[in-house]
């Protein structure tokens, strides 16, 4: 699954923005919702292209944010409300 947490970090830290890295994705800003908060899933080519505009060239970071079988939509819920200091 996802960490939607680190993955949206990584997108702020990036300076772009969502709709613009979805168009580069081939995706609707929609879907792109969709697959950073794990409601469907990335695509391997998605992945790699998304690592890419991100400049994500870890591959102990792409496995933590985008194979991370510790994380769910529980965990990442309350890992988004803390990191805003609400938990």
Known sequence: MT???RLKEEIK??????GWIALELGL?????????NNESEF???EI????QLLK???LK?????FFNDGVDKITTKTRKLESKGLK
């Not at 790699?48 to 690592?51: A, D, E, G, H, I």
């Not at 970071?61 to 944010?65: A, R, S």
């Open 43 to 45: 695509k391997a080519g």
């Open 3 to 5: 960490d939607t947490v």
């Open 28 to 36: 609707s800003s929609y879907g792109f919702h969709r697959k950073i």
């Open 48 to 51: 790699k292209n998304l690592c």
């Open 56 to 58: 994500i060239t870890s």
């Open 13 to 18: 830290r990036s300076g772009l923005k969502k």
């Open 61 to 65: 970071k792409k496995e933590e944010i």
